[in-house]
């Protein structure tokens, strides 16, 4: 079974955010991260059990709605924890010490620690999570480097969110302070980074970019999750017949499979998606589908479903310019 269909195989969008989270390949490569890398399921023994008690998860979901969907939850990284806190809670390895730990000094807050578990060999880690979408800029012509990766709304970059990571974050719980709290050490502390990069494509999701790096930074894994970005007047011009889905926030980590009955609205929200991309002020990701002839793996669908061809960013036509000016 790939990554993919320890993902796909799921019909609840929140179980399957989470096989998201725990299967998804890393954004950052194991051996140029910089730190170790979280494994959640680091054998094939304990990949199996995951999924049986994923696959037990899908048929009841109730206790995961119950920690995820809280109005609380409006950010998709807070979703991103919630949903790892019930793995790390209720799942068949780890044991979760503690969660969102904030570490402090009589004068300022230093940090907050995300997670503190011990594994099934008796290993005591510090989990650190990041789930991260950016954007690259640049025209492919020489070596990128983390810099050219930039958040949708230009709040964010890939190399000053990795150099926070890895020069505060993973540092607090070795501090003497952590220490006093209760939570004395060592422990391991790993990069936990999933998410997925989109690069400028005229092609729709073609699985190549024509301004995909040459030479990508080295940090990167190099199976990372792809997409595309296009401007609003690119996308309004090469849309064809092709029919699209907006997704919200918390709709951006795993694929979705929509019914036979949702696909035959994808006509509609094609067309009320061009006349908002017609004013376009801020990105938005969207998903492409086509039909799939629903098999086994489709078993509780009736008839045919719909299944994401590829994932993108639409921008406003300005942008651009103002993510190379961001990127510096």
Sequence with gaps: MTAADAITSFHDPAVRDLAWLLFSPDLLSASRAGA???????????????????????????????QVHKPSLTRLGFYAEALLEHFLTHGPHARLIAANIPLRTAERTLGEVDFLLENVRGERLHWELAVKFYLHIGEGDGAATLAH??????????????ARLLNHQLGLSAHDEFASLGFEGPWRAELFVKGRLFYRDDSLGSGLSRNLALNPPPELAVDHLRGWWKTASEWQDSKADGVFASLPRLGWMAERTLSAQEGEALAAQTAVLSERVATLTSPIMVARYERYEGGERDACATGDVWREHSRGFIVPDEWPERAADFAG
Excluded: I, M
């Design 149 to 162: 990766y930039v958040g949708p709304n230009l709040q964010d970059r890939f190399d000053l969110k990795h």
């Design 36 to 66: 170790p890398l979280a494994c959640p399921a680091a054998t094939e023994k304990e990949r199996e059990t995951t999924l049986v008690w994923l696959t037990a998860l899908d048929r009841d979901p109730a206790a995961l709605h119950a």
